[in-house]
């Protein structure tokens, strides 16, 4: 099993949770029996899996103390492109009820809304990917201003 304690908070079994998605890929998901984890380089922003810009000029302040060369931080700065082609996630949005938001963002006008729990999904997935994260993160923007007050689930197979 991978490690999992990277200081990512996890929700209680009993959290509801919500994947909204076109109808087209919800009958894939449907016909297949399996959940669609995408790399994180694929996505568009090309921010996603990367360190914030604050956190990213902290680093860089203790590297100087450290007196880091700069072969060296080349070579820790590639580790997030590699994170970022072979970490595959899945991400799902905590919250009581449906959010009209979200089914605009990602279902549009035919599509789904499937409601489960932390639990459950997190079961499942440690069950056939012993392997896998599932981790509560918190949207923010790559200069670490919140975007939105939306909590995200993202599971994550971050190691084969």
Known sequence: MCPVSLGFKTPLDPTIIWRYMPLSKFETFVQSSALWFAAASSFPDRFEGTKAAAEASARDRLWDRLGVSEEQRETIRGLTDWNRQFSFVNCWMMN????????????????????????????VLLDLHPRSGIHRLRERSHDQRALSCTDLLQAKRICR
């Open 96 to 123: 009581t009820k449906e959010s009209d938001l979200m089914w605009r963002a990602y279902a549009g006008a035919n599509g789904v809304a499937i409601e489960s729990t932390y639990g459950r999904l997190r079961s």
